[in-house]
Nanobody, 126 residues
Framework: QVELVESGGGSVQAGGSLTLSCAAS????????MGWFRQAPAKPREGVAA????????YYADSVKGRFTISQDNAKNTLYLQMNSLTPEDAAMYYC???????????????????WGQGSQVTISS
């Protein structure tokens, strides 16, 4: 069992930056595929980025590639999403998620992700 708690959401102007954190607790001694997802009102959930904790390999959606960076701090059991050059299209509820993995990692399909955080709201003002 793994518990995930996001933080760091808020309101920022277009063009600005924001960093989300996802603190993991519980059975963190194994390797996981960890992902960030987002969902805006009336839109489907979208995978944003994923990271395999065993090798620190990362994957990004085309919509955020070059602007967002996913990373981990093993000592703190924390996953991060650094978001730069934010646009109004990035506004959404952002969720951290994870599933235990021996190597496979991607943000699709989302159904693979067994553990989910409660979400952190990101608002972008133009």
């Amino acid at each position: 069992q793994v518990e995930l708690v996001e933080s760091g959401g808020g309101s920022v102007q277009a063009g600005g930056s924001l960093t989300l954190s996802c603190a993991a607790s519980g059975n963190t001694g194994r390797t996981y595929c960890m992902g960030w997802f987002r969902q805006a009102p009336a839109k489907p959930r979208e995978g944003v980025a994923a990271l395999y904790t065993g090798r620190n390999t990362t994957y990004y959606a085309d919509s955020v590639k070059g602007r967002f960076t996913i990373s981990q701090d093993n000592a703190k059991n924390t996953l991060y999403l650094q978001m730069n050059s934010l646009t109004p299209e990035d506004a959404a509820m952002y969720y951290c998620a994870a599933f235990e993995s021996n190597g496979y990692c991607h943000f699709y399909p989302a159904i693979d992700f067994r553990y989910w955080g409660q979400g952190s709201q990101v608002t972008i003002s133009s």
